[in-house]
């Protein structure tokens, strides 16, 4: 009976295939060409030191997304805190202006006067004009109309000289030319001042008096209009204003003139149109609005208290 300790016949010999093989030696029954581990097939390969590989880090969800926003520092700390400190400069500084401006407001209103800044023209600023802020918005279209009439008339008026000055040249009459300069002259600060300002001043104070300085100008303005698109021949044969009479005369003698002349004509009709249905808009609202019978009970208290 074999040993409790004995080699066990049919177990496989395990065999290094690194070791050396001029080391030990080979059984008996083995082939001198072992081939290496791959082609081993009776032996064993030892187990590595550590055979698993530690897992990759999960990759972001958007890692292959080429829009996706990427965070880059833009700015350090140093420069964060340098804009900060400016925008602070620069806040103190707007609200030193606007408690400059209060003061200057609460001043002025102690004083019963309005500060009215020039902002138009844009590009060289001579009147105060605001519609979209200080007319009441049911009002603005009727004011911009408006304002589109004063615009026609000094549209119709620079025409006008440029027309007269045309019938100066070919019939060498120099008095017609001065005075289409001083209808320009006069018309264009004339019609602001004693119209358009206070129809705008009414729309935004609500001001029955100032309506009524309107309507009495409007109708003047209205009235030259009407006389410049006829033109009779009342000044110098009517050759100063660019109407219907001077532009019939003129297109047979002088064909340029003549087409100058029918131009104004036409200028002077759309302005006289456009203005005829602004005052009547203006005093549909002036009726409507109770400002009339405002007005009629002012002249009544102002003429009591003159009969007092």
Not at 177 to 197: E, K, N, Q, T
Not at 250 to 277: A, D, M, P, Q, T
Request: aromatic share 14%; charged share 20%; with cysteine.
């Amino acid at each position: 009976m074999a040993g409790r300790y004995d080699r066990n016949p049919f177990d496989e010999e395990e065999v290094n295939p690194f070791a050396d093989g001029g080391a030990r030696g080979k059984p008996s029954g083995q082939s001198k060409f072992g081939g290496g581990s791959f082609f081993n097939s009776t032996g064993s390969v030892p187990p590595a030191t550590n055979s698993r590989l530690s897992p990759l880090p999960p990759e972001p969800a958007d890692f292959y997304n080429p829009t996706a926003p990427v965070d880059i520092p833009l700015d350090s700390a140093s420069d964060l805190k340098k804009k900060e400190r400016e925008l602070q400069a620069k806040e103190a500084e707007l609200k030193r202006r606007e408690q400059e401006v209060r003061r200057k407001e609460e001043a002025a209103a102690r004083a019963g006067i309005v500060l009215e800044e020039k902002n138009w023209p844009p590009f060289f600023p001579i009147i105060h004009h605001d519609i979209a802020n200080e007319i009441p918005i049911h009002l603005q279209k009727l004011q911009y109309v408006a304002f589109t009439t004063y615009l026609g008339l000094v549209c119709a008026l620079l025409w006008n000289v440029i027309a007269v000055t045309t019938a100066w040249i070919k019939q060498g009459d120099a008095k017609i030319w001065f005075l289409a300069l001083i209808y320009f002259i006069s018309g264009v600060p004339g019609g602001y001042v004693l119209w358009y300002r206070p129809l705008y001043r009414a729309f935004r104070s609500e001001s029955a008096m100032k309506f009524t300085w309107f309507f009495l100008f409007y109708l003047l303005h209205i009235g030259f209009c009407i006389f410049a698109a006829v033109a009779p021949p009342v000044v110098f044969r009517g050759k100063s204003l660019a109407g219907i009479l001077p532009a019939v005369d003129l297109i047979g003698k002088h064909v340029l003139v003549g087409i100058f002349y029918f131009v104004g004509f036409g200028l002077f009709c759309l302005e006289s149109v456009l203005s005829i249905w602004v005052i009547q808009q203006v005093y549909m609202y002036f009726r409507g609005s109770g400002k009339a019978a405002e007005l009629k009970r002012d002249a009544a208290r102002g003429a009591l208290r003159a009969a007092i």
